[in-house]
């Protein structure tokens, strides 16, 4: 089976004030950004190598390190992996950080997906989110995306934001079907702790938006989004056949190899994960060649569990007779009683030999995983 290749670059030019990804600001072009890519691209290299599925350049802000950076790194994943002709090759971007040329330049160097992290098309809500771009700047970028030659482009969108109504969604999802992307992702938001919209929530200066209306958002860019997208994914829309490979072999619980600090990989029945901080990744892969921190043995019960909740993410769900073949056990046997309670709550649904969450369960769909933990 072909890896997925994700290389995590850690920077950003300003911390979002909902973001807990591991991410940290940083100085545009400073030693600490070409550090770290001498210790990505070093890890690369002492990587077993072979033919890779997916190649996906995810961050913080990858394109905040600039084209060069981001070519350079290219060039020794190709001299130690195969990149078949045609693979997809992801590379996010906030619209804020993509310099002039920046496009072009990840065009010739065989880049053919861009995931752009636009989030909103109005600037109030950009500006309460704490990006570093208008909407203005976000259609420019696209534009000069598409003028580049990209034929394949993801807008991240999120919805659930404090003060947000279903008519500010409806303008959203207008929006994004006016720009024609390739492929949504449309996140809720959450507000997790150590983020500056925790912080706001901990001092009663912000609400959630409560879980009705967040639903009923929901709902309602899935059903805009189906003239155009086929919704996939629980939170992922796309043009048939422009889905995300990379993020597929997540979902069908395939390997992956992640390189960079925080990166983590799968590879059979093994987990690995490298370490967060990218100062301390850093130090680590000069010292000992390597970063990996933390690594498992992952056990037949918590593949089950994880092939289970990974796999009703998609909207086709689970197709149990290869699941039968993986496991060499009947889906049935094991989860026979969870299926049947989801299925009369109205849930899941067991349909030729799929198994999937139906239209309500997808936004309850943590309500339906517990359930197989
Ligand atoms: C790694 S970021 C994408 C690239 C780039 N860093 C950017 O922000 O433009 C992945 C996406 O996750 C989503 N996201 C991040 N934090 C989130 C949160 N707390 N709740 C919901 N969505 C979130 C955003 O849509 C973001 O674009
Ligand atoms: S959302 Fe993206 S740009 Fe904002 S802090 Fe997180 S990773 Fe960085």
Redesign the pocket.
């Known amino acids: 089976m072909k890896a997925g290749l994700y290389l995590h670059i850690p920077f950003?030019a300003a911390k979002?004030a909902?973001?807990?990804?591991d991410?940290i600001p940083a100085e545009k072009n400073s030693p600490a950004i070409r550090g770290y890519f001498e210790a990505l691209n070093r890890e690369i290299e002492l990587s077993p190598g072979g033919e890779a599925g997916s190649v996906y350049f995810?961050?913080?802000?990858p394109s905040f390190a600039g084209a060069e950076l981001l070519c350079g790194t290219l060039e020794v994943l190709r001299e130690k992996y195969a990149l078949p002709q045609g693979i997809e090759i992801t590379v996010?971007?906030?619209?804020g950080t993509a310099e002039k040329g920046f496009f072009g330049k990840m065009k010739a160097a065989g880049v053919n997906r861009i995931?752009?992290?636009m989030?909103s098309g109005e600037d109030k809500v950009l500006k309460y989110l704490g990006?570093i771009h208008s909407n203005s700047e976000t259609e420019k970028c696209f534009k000069e995306a598409r003028e580049a030659g990209f034929a394949n482009i993801n807008l991240?969108?999120?919805y659930g934001i404090p003060g947000q109504s279903l008519e500010d969604i409806e303008r959203e999802a207008a929006h994004i079907l006016g720009l024609a992307p390739e492929h949504v992702?449309g996140?809720?938001?959450?507000?997790?702790e150590g983020?500056g919209?925790y912080k706001r929530l901990k001092q009663g200066e912000i609400d959630e938006v409560p879980d009705e209306l967040a639903s009923d958002m929901y709902y309602l860019l899935k059903d805009r989004f189906s003239s155009r997208y086929s919704h996939y994914e629980l939170s992922n829309f796309a043009v048939p056949g422009k889905e995300a490979v990379h993020n597929q072999i997540y979902w069908n619980y395939n390997d992956y190899l992640g390189f960079g600090a925080g990166a983590a990989s799968k590879s059979g029945p093994e987990r690995f994960s490298n370490e967060n901080d990218p100062f301390k990744y850093m130090e680590l892969i000069k010292r000992n060649d390597s970063a990996i921190l933390f690594k498992e043995k992952l056990t037949e019960e918590t593949q089950i569990k994880e092939t289970v909740f990974l796999g009703l993410r998609l909207l086709c769900g689970i197709d149990l007779a290869g699941w039968k073949t993986r496991f060499g056990k009947d889906f049935l046997f094991l989860f026979g009683k969870q299926v049947e309670t989801l299925s009369e709550l109205g849930l899941l649904e067991l349909k030729d030999g799929y198994l999937r969450l139906t239209r309500e369960g997808l936004f309850l769909s943590n309500e339906v995983f517990v359930e197989f933990v």
């Open positions: 950003c979002c909902y973001c807990s990804f991410s995810g961050g913080g802000t996010e971007v906030n619209p995931s752009l992290g989030q990006r991240d969108l999120m992702s996140y809720c938001l959450s507000i997790d983020t919209f």
